[in-house]
């Protein structure tokens, strides 16, 4: 059971915006930065998102994070075939004193 | 072009050891905090544990399914970081990645096999 919830799935047909959740508490995205990492079959993760809502040199503006008490969320809007893959979210954990990451929400593009 | 460049995974036994090397280059590793986190086969991602910088006194924080059988360190001078794992189980078999994971900063990964 992962400290950080995420849906295990979404989905959704090419062009379409789709979001995915990542829930928490106070002690990690009620008070600390969210990260979300994308991970292609067998390749190492990717980050997405920094610190909330930044996006690396190089990530599409189809993606975009939100952050709102001790909830987050990516949105992926122009949804393409190559977007489909396993989305993670990740934040520090204050009272584990550890990093903590969503169960993941493999994405599939119908 | 950043790069971290994981060696030292393999097969081993329960109750055994391993130590995993992590070889960073293309940023100032000195000034990252960096983590280790891992991935069984078909699971999700753990972190395992992680080393602050020089300015943090290389201060380190563990996840508790590993604390007391992992230690990580690092050597500034040599780019590098490093997870000695003792006390080996089944349930330590994954994926094992070297990042900084606020820089965004990933290594491909060094599969570790615990199996008798």
């Known amino acids: 059971q992962s400290v950080l919830t995420q849906p295990p799935a979404a989905s959704g047909t090419p062009g379409q915006r789709v979001t995915i959740s990542c829930s928490g508490s106070s002690s990690n995205i009620g008070s600390n930065f969210v990260y979300w990492y994308q991970q292609l079959p067998g390749a190492a993760p990717k980050v997405l998102i920094y610190?909330?809502?930044q996006r690396p040199s190089g990530v599409p503006d189809r993606f975009s994070g939100s952050k709102s008490g001790t909830s987050a969320s990516l949105a992926i809007s122009g949804l393409r075939s190559e977007d489909e893959s396993d989305f993670y979210c990740a934040a520090w954990d204050d009272s584990l004193s550890g990093r903590v990451f969503g169960g993941g929400t493999k994405l599939t593009v119908l | 072009e950043v790069q971290l460049v994981e060696s030292g995974g393999g097969v081993v036994q329960p109750g055994g050891s391993l130590r995993l090397s992590c070889a960073a280059s293309?940023?100032?590793?000195?000034?990252?905090?960096m983590d280790w986190v891992r991935q069984a086969p078909g699971k999700g991602l753990e972190w395992v544990g992680c080393?602050?910088?020089?300015?943090?006194?290389?201060?380190?924080e563990y996840a508790a399914s590993v604390k007391g059988r992992f230690t990580i360190s690092r050597d500034d001078s040599k780019n590098s970081l490093y997870l000695q794992m003792n006390s080996l189980k089944t349930e330590d078999t994954a994926m094992y990645y070297c990042s900084s994971v606020t820089a965004g900063y990933w290594g491909q990964g060094t599969l570790v096999t615990v199996s008798s």
């Open positions: 293309g940023f100032t590793f000195s000034d990252h905090y």
């Open positions: 610190r909330n809502n």
């Open positions: 080393s602050r910088n020089k300015a943090r006194s290389y201060s380190t």
